[in-house]
C-alpha cells in the first residue's frame, strides 16, 4: 500500500485543492484540460503542490497513453524507448510524457524531446522545483506553457487532510478524533506542502491506531513529533496567529529589528511561510510606502525566492526582507491617501468625470464634448500644466498628504518649485 498521499490523488478537477489561480473555471489552464487539447507545458513550483496530480488529470482527460520519467535517474535512452512507443497498440491517440523535475536533464538530454515535441506525437509536460527560465532549455521554454503552482493556503491543506481521514477511518476500521488545533496543527506546520501534512497525518494514525474502544486520537504534542517541529497555534478564532503577525507588524513599523525578527521565527517555525510573505509584501507599502519606494520591489524579490526555496531554506530571504523594512524610513502616506479617497467613494461624494478627461479615442466623442480642451502635459515645461482632474464636487480635495521623509521632502519640493506659478 502505498503513501496516503498517493491513495488519495484526485483524478478530476473538481477533486483537485489548491491553485485556484490556474484552475478557476474562468483560467487557461483549467481550460486546457477540459478540452482534452492537451499542449506542451511546464509546471513550476515546490513540493506537494499538486503538479503530478496535474499532469495525471491531464492525461486522463486528453486519452493520451501517459508515461511517466524522473530526470534525477533517467537517461536518453528511456527518453527515446518511449518515443519508440509512438503508433503502437494503445498510443494511437499519442503519447503524453510526465517528466519530474526536468531541471537534472542537462542541454543534450532535453534536446532529445525537442525533435518529437514539436512534430506533436508526443505531449510534454515537465514539472519542476526550480525556476525554469533558468533550467529548462530555450526550445523547450519556446515551445511550452509556463505555470506555477504554488503553496497552499491553509484551508486548502485542511481539505485535503479531511479525505485523507476519510480513507484512513476506512481502512483502520477506527473513528479519528483530533484534539483542539491539532488538525490545525497539521496543516500549518506542512509550509503548503499536502504531500508533507497526509505524512504527518498517515504517521500519526499508525501511532496511535491500537485502541481498545475504536477511537483513534491525535493531539498536539503527536503532530510535533511527527512534523519534528514545534506546532504553533494558528487557531481560527484569531487567538495567536493573529497576535504573532500583529506583534510581526508592529515591531517593523516600530522599527525594531531585533523584535521583528523574533516574531519571523515564530511565524515560520509554525510553518506557516506563506502568511509571513503576505504580510511582509503589505508591510513595504503600508508602513514603509513612499519613504523608500524601493522595499517594495526588495520584498517581492525575497518573497519569490522563499516560495521557490521553501522551508527551512526560506528564511534567508525573509529575515533579509524583514530586516530592510525594519530598519528603513516609515510613511503611511499611501494607505492614507488610498483609505481617505475610498471612503469618499463609499459615501457617495465621485461626482461625474470631468469632459476633458473623458476616453475620445472613437468616433463621435468631439460631438459628446468628450476630450476637449485637454491639455497634454508632456508638452509643457517640466512635463506639467495646471488642469482640473478631479471631479467637480471633490475639486481641491487633499488625499495625500506626504510624510516627513528625506524621499517625501524631495518630492514635496520638487512640485513646490514645479507649481510655484500655479
Keep these: 500500500m502505498g503513501p496516503l498521499a498517493d491513495r488519495i490523488r484526485p483524478e478530476k478537477l473538481e477533486d483537485f485543492v489548491g491553485q485556484t489561480h490556474l484552475i478557476g473555471s474562468d483560467k487557461l489552464l483549467y481550460k486546457i484540460i477540459k478540452s482534452g487539447n492537451i499542449s506542451n507545458m511546464i509546471f513550476y513550483g ?31 535512452s528511456d527518453v527515446k524507448a518511449i518515443i519508440a512507443e509512438v503508433g503502437a497498440i494503445g498510443s494511437e491517440n499519442g503519447i503524453l510524457l510526465y517528466l519530474d523535475e526536468i531541471q537534472n536533464f542537462n542541454k543534450k538530454q532535453q534536446q532529445s524531446l525537442l525533435e518529437v515535441i514539436e512534430n506533436g506525437s508526443v505531449t510534454l509536460i515537465a514539472s519542476t522545483t526550480e525556476n525554469p527560465y533558468f533550467y529548462v532549455y530555450n526550445a523547450i521554454l519556446s515551445r511550452s506553457s509556463v505555470f506555477e503552482f504554488k503553496p497552499l493556503e491553509k484551508e486548502d491543506v485542511e481539505k485535503a487532510l479531511r479525505r485523507g481521514v476519510k480513507i484512513l477511518e476506512k481502512e483502520t476500521a477506527n473513528k479519528i478524533k483530533f484534539e483542539k488545533g491539532a488538525l490545525d496543527a497539521i496543516a500549518q506546520t506542512c509550509g503548503g506542502d499536502v504531500r508533507k ?64 525578527v523574533h516574531y519571523l521565527a515564530r511565524i515560520l517555525q509554525a510553518g506557516d511561510l506563506l502568511s509571513a510573505c503576505r504580510r511582509l509584501m503589505v508591510i513595504a507599502s503600508e508602513d514603509i510606502g513612499l519613504a523608500y519606494p524601493m522595499a517594495a520591489t526588495i520584498v517581492k524579490s525575497c518573497v519569490d525566492s522563499a516560495l521557490q526555496l521553501g522551508l527551512p531554506e526560506a528564511r534567508i530571504p525573509l529575515a533579509q526582507a524583514t530586516l530592510v523594512l525594519a530598519t528603513a524610513p516609515k510613511s503611511n502616506s499611501a494607505i492614507c491617501a488610498i483609505d481617505a479617497a475610498m471612503s469618499d467613494i463609499e459615501a457617495g461624494d465621485a461626482g461625474e468625470i470631468p469632459y476633458h478627461l473623458k476616453d475620445s479615442h472613437y468616433g463621435g466623442a468631439k460631438k459628446l464634448g468628450h476630450g476637449i480642451d485637454y491639455k497634454y502635459p508632456h508638452n509643457y515645461k517640466n512635463h506639467y500644466v495646471k488642469q482640473d482632474y478631479l471631479p467637480e464636487k471633490l475639486r481641491g480635495k487633499k488625499y495625500y498628504e506626504p510624510c516627513d521623509n528625506k524621499n517625501e521632502n524631495a518630492i514635496k519640493k520638487y512640485w513646490e518649485e514645479v507649481k510655484k506659478d500655479d
Design 46 to 76: 515546490p513540493s506537494g503542490t499538486g503538479k503530478t496530480t496535474m499532469a495525471n488529470i491531464a492525461a486522463k482527460m486528453c486519452n493520451k497513453r501517459l508515461y511517466k520519467l524522473n530526470a534525477t535517474n533517467a537517461s536518453v
Design 197 to 260: 501534512s497526509l505524512n504527518t497525518l498517515e504517521l500519526c494514525v499508525n501511532a496511535a491506531a491500537d485502541t481498545p474502544d475504536g477511537i483513534i486520537k491525535i493531539t498536539v504534542a503527536m503532530v510535533e513529533q511527527a512534523a519534528a517541529k514545534k506546532a504553533f497555534r494558528h487557531d481560527r478564532d484569531g487567538d495567536s496567529h493573529y497576535d504573532v503577525l500583529s506583534g510581526f507588524q508592529k515591531s517593523i513599523r516600530g522599527s525594531d529589528p531585533d523584535a521583528a
